[in-house]
């Protein structure tokens, strides 16, 4: 049932990020639903394998959907998804929406600055104004959003059973 669980959610994640958000563009950002959603599986993921799988399958179709540097996207998100589920612990004061939160908005500024030096060589306060922070900000919220609802959707039996143990 749980991996039935994460095919849905991966293929309503993606459906929603090609058919609605790849043509919405917020103050110049595109949202990515797909760092999203990866973001709040990492924080939630207690096994690394099913981890490294969900994010693996997100790059590689991340990385074709977004039509720009496939390399990139793919090792940007894999490699990012990886060192996320590593350090999901630290710190241990803090609430996991807000690390999930926090992860998505790091990276998203790390990715389009990535992205805009690749491109043109150099970067201006104009790009980091109106690409790159509108860009983190919006995926940041979209996280804050799908984080609940996948806590309630997917992990919901996973808390039972660590109750009855």
Not at 5 to 12: A, E, S, V
Not at 27 to 53: D, H, K, Q, W
Not at 61 to 87: H, N, P, W
Request: charged content about 15%; some cysteine.
């Amino acid at each position: 049932m749980r991996n039935f669980k994460i095919f849905l959610w991966i293929f309503i994640i993606f459906l929603i990020q090609t058919v609605i958000l790849g043509h919405v563009h917020v103050l110049g950002a595109a949202p990515s639903l797909v760092m999203a959603y990866m973001m709040c599986i990492m924080i939630m993921e207690n096994e690394f394998r099913s981890a490294v799988t969900i994010s693996i399958i997100c790059s590689f179709v991340m990385g074709a959907l977004s039509g720009r540097d496939f390399i990139i996207i793919t090792l940007f998100y894999a490699y990012g998804s990886i060192i996320v589920f590593a350090l999901r612990k630290k710190p241990a004061y803090a609430h996991n929406a807000v690390k999930a939160v926090t992860w998505t908005f790091a990276l998203s500024v790390l990715l389009e600055i990535l992205l805009f030096l690749i491109a043109n060589r150099f970067l201006n306060l104009h790009a980091l104004f109106y690409i790159v922070l509108p860009t983190a900000v919006i995926n940041a919220v979209v996280t804050g959003i799908l984080y609940p609802i996948l806590k309630k959707t997917m992990y919901k039996e996973e808390k039972k059973k660590l109750l009855i143990v």
